[in-house]
């Protein structure tokens, strides 16, 4: 018991002196990334087309060690992908996409499968107001997505 007790102090004393390092990328600094109107909950509002969800769509994005991730809730399942953002240039990827397998109804099984197709396809975003986020599509449609802060 002694000896176990030594053992946890010794490791709380070398935990204590472990000193943490920040990474920056060229592309996206810490600190402008903590202070991102980005950050923070989100909802689906409509697109361009005038197609307004009939879904709860949820969207977050959120800092987790070092790193912009985003999740929430589609039509029928969760979602969670890691996203490269330039805030000077307001471009931003989704790199990797994970979803959860729960079966749907048809209808709301295509409006997410075309959502996430569009999230994989953001070109650029910008803000139209504080509550306002807008995400501008690549490819032909040039589809634009509308998102309200929760």
Known sequence: ??????????STLMMASCKSEI????????????AS???GQWRLKSYSNGQVSKYDVSLEFK???GKIKM???SSVNFYSADAEIDETNKTLKVLVLGTTKIAGTPEANE??????????N???????????LV???AGASKETMYFEKK
């Open 111 to 120: 409006f997410e499968m075309a959502y996430y197709e569009n999230l994989k």
């Open 37 to 39: 109107n980005l950050l």
């Open 71 to 73: 999740n929430g809730q």
């Open 135 to 137: 995400f501008y599509l």
């Open 23 to 34: 990474v920056e990328s060229a592309n996206t600094p810490m600190d402008a990334l903590r």
């Open 1 to 10: 018991m002694k000896k176990l007790v030594i053992l946890m102090m010794a």
């Open 122 to 132: 953001i070109e650029r975003y910008d803000f139209k107001d504080k509550n306002t």
């Open 63 to 65: 800092m987790e060690e």
